[in-house]
């Protein structure tokens, strides 16, 4: 295979590039080969499930012989981190605090951030559990554009110093209310006191949390256990796109194993093909400019519909 593989593996790039397409040829070649594959798209535009004519959801669904697809619905993901997170604040707070969680809650979910952090701690119960748990041997993420994907697997880092924050905070928190409470003879600490209780369980959660994204993060970072693939077109523009996302998924430290280069125009086409060879030809450039030493692979525009499972097959032979 040409394409550099690894356990977990994201393709990525400006929209419309062929991502979908791509990733899901990919799958198709490593399944067909023995693999056991779980592809996963994280793009709000799904085209996964239009590519195999089912309906798809977040649960991992079996379509052929080794491969397992899910969709990842960013507002139902949201929902559902919302709730389990109500879950663990409601178990922590006295009753008579429970409608000012429930507020809290409600106006979180349209805050700065919400929709990716949720997306994020999916991704990592997915990654967390997928290869060790799921039995699979590769995962390989189709995601959305690049400056969503470029936030998303930049978060990582920044919630694991946040997590890092809380919990040195709420450890002085629980420094001061022992003091209080020693001064003014209240409850005896152990296992019995109540506000302890809850003070052990909030840590507990923060830990846990702490946990969830440091696996992430070494998965991430780790070379021979996660690739990023930039699928890009042979343009201008997809181009000076595909070099800035190099730069940001490169510096958060996740390895950029390759480029495909889609739908690259026929050398014998006639004219009209021949005044695209020549744009492509500067646009080729351009990249070799911009990103030299990168590996690249590089796939022909074909001439048929190439939204279909048949078309992956052709595509899968060509990576």
Not at 161 to 190: H, I, P, Q, W
Request: proline share 5%; hydrophobic share 40%.
């Amino acid at each position: 295979m040409l394409l550099t593989t690894a356990p977990v593996m994201f393709f990525g790039g400006k929209g419309g590039v062929g991502k979908t397409t791509v990733s899901a040829a990919t799958a198709v070649r490593l399944a067909e080969g023995g693999a056991r594959v779980l592809l996963v798209s994280t793009d709000p535009a799904h085209n996964l499930g239009h590519i195999w004519s089912v309906k798809l959801s977040d649960t991992a669904t079996p379509l052929e012989p080794g491969l397992d697809v899910m969709e990842l619905n960013p507002a139902a993901t949201t929902e559902r981190h919302l709730l389990q997170v109500g879950d663990s604040m409601r178990a922590m707070m006295p009753e008579r605090m429970h409608r000012e969680v429930d507020k809290h809650l409600e106006l979180s979910r349209n805050s700065p951030g919400m929709h990716e952090a949720a997306m994020l701690e999916r991704i990592a119960e997915i990654v967390g559990a997928g290869v060790d748990d799921g039995g699979y041997d590769h995962i390989i993420f189709d995601t959305a554009p690049s400056g969503h994907t470029s936030r998303l697997l930049a978060l990582p880092e920044l919630m694991a110093a946040y997590t890092d924050g809380l919990l040195e905070r709420r450890e002085k928190s629980d420094n001061f209310s022992r003091l209080a409470r020693g001064m003014g003879g209240g409850v005896v600490e152990g296992k019995d006191d109540p506000v302890e209780r809850r003070n052990q369980q909030i840590r507990s959660v923060l830990y846990q949390r702490r946990r969830k994204f440091e696996v992430l993060r070494g998965v991430l970072t780790d070379p021979s256990e996660c690739v990023f693939h930039i699928v890009l077109t042979p343009e201008r523009l997809p181009v000076m796109e595909s070099a800035e996302l190099y730069r940001d998924i490169s510096s958060t430290g996740i390895r950029v194993a390759g480029l495909v280069v889609n739908r690259r125009s026929p050398d014998d086409g006639g004219e009209f093909t021949a005044a695209r060879r020549e744009v492509e030809r500067g646009a080729m450039a351009q990249l070799d400019e911009l990103l030299p030493g990168v590996e690249r692979v590089e796939l022909p525009w074909l001439p048929r519909e190439i939204g279909t499972r048949e078309a992956l097959s052709e595509i899968a032979a060509l990576l």
